[in-house]
């Protein structure tokens, strides 16, 4: 007999584990991430088994295990929603900042197929140097997006050679799995410290 397929991916658990850096309740989680509230409850189990996160009446938190574990996860890559009305209208967007990227990862529609794989319609990666812009590609995302470019700006403090991936989907659910899929495809230290805490 086949037992049950999850109803969550690794990604799931690390989104659910970034929503709880301040008290909140499980309905705030199902309703947040998207996910079946007997889903939420397997990945809150998986987060307590690992001592990262601990439950009360009032709702879950994280245990000092788990804010070193966000401490040195924020480090590495920092998730955002925004609107961004001009770049592909419609479709919800999720936006990953890394900085822990390997310094030999070539960006290249194998990370935009991840993201795919994980839901997500499209993703688009892009580098800082002096200004944001898509390696290897002819458009230029500063004149072509405008409005975007600008937003993005706001809300990032970019650093030289800091890979930022703008995920799109139906679902905000799809856009973050896809963004953060592609940050760990391109960071095996980030990669490793994900699996030293979450399975």
Do not use: W
Request: hydrophobic fraction near 40%; include cysteine.
């Amino acid at each position: 007999m086949v037992g049950n397929i999850p109803g969550y991916v690794k990604t799931d658990i690390i989104r659910a584990f970034l929503l709880i850096k301040e008290n909140i309740s499980r309905n705030e989680l199902v309703s947040k991430l998207a996910l079946g509230e007997g889903t939420v409850r397997t990945i809150l189990d998986i987060l307590k088994d690992k001592d990262l996160i601990c439950s009360t009446k009032q709702g879950h938190s994280l245990t000092e295990k788990g804010n070193l574990f966000l401490k040195k996860t924020e480090k590495s890559i920092a998730i955002k929603k925004l609107i961004l009305e001009d770049f592909y209208p419609g479709l919800e967007k999720a936006i990953v900042l890394s900085n822990k990227t390997d310094k030999n990862i070539k960006i290249s529609f194998e990370q935009r197929d991840i993201a795919v794989k994980q839901g997500a319609d499209g993703a688009v990666i892009l580098k800082f140097d002096k200004e944001l812009y898509i390696p290897n590609a002819d458009i230029n995302f500063k004149e072509s997006y405008k409005k975007a470019y600008d937003e993005i700006l706001k809300c990032f403090d970019f650093k030289k050679g800091d890979i930022l991936i703008i995920c799109f989907a139906d679902s905000l659910r799809n856009a973050e799995n896809g963004a953060l899929e592609i940050a760990l495809s391109m960071s095996k230290e980030l990669n490793n410290l994900i699996k030293r805490f979450i399975p």
